[in-house]
């Protein structure tokens, strides 16, 4: 079984401001998402679609506003949402024997 990487800060190739509280964001940290998380990416997903599910639980799981969020650069959020998508599909295996 391959073990998921439980928690991983992602330095920002493009700074993200948030001007409503002044702060800059130089790097993410994600980590593994709760059931609740996943159900509201899920949903948002539904009616939304991924990209808007995926900017969703990348705020929900970093504590990053959404709104800012949607300002980071895509090569940035491809590298989170790689990091997501292993514990969306993770599956555990069978024990054998």
Same mark, same amino acid.
């Given at each position: 079984m391959t073990e998921?990487?439980?928690? +991983? =800060?992602?330095?920002?190739v493009k700074p993200i401001t948030w001007d409503?509280? +002044? =702060?800059?964001?130089e790097f993410v940290e994600l980590s593994e998402p709760i059931l609740l998380q996943v159900q509201q990416f899920y949903d948002d997903q539904t009616k939304n679609g991924s990209l808007s599910a995926m900017g969703l639980l990348i705020s929900l799981v970093s504590n990053?506003?959404?709104e800012a969020i949607k300002r980071m650069a895509f090569t940035d959020y491809k590298e989170c949402e790689n990091y997501l998508m292993g514990f969306l599909m993770y599956s555990p295996e069978g024990e054998s024997g």
């Open positions: 998921l990487e439980r928690s +991983k =800060t992602i330095n920002l409503t509280t +002044k =702060t800059t964001y990053i506003p959404r």
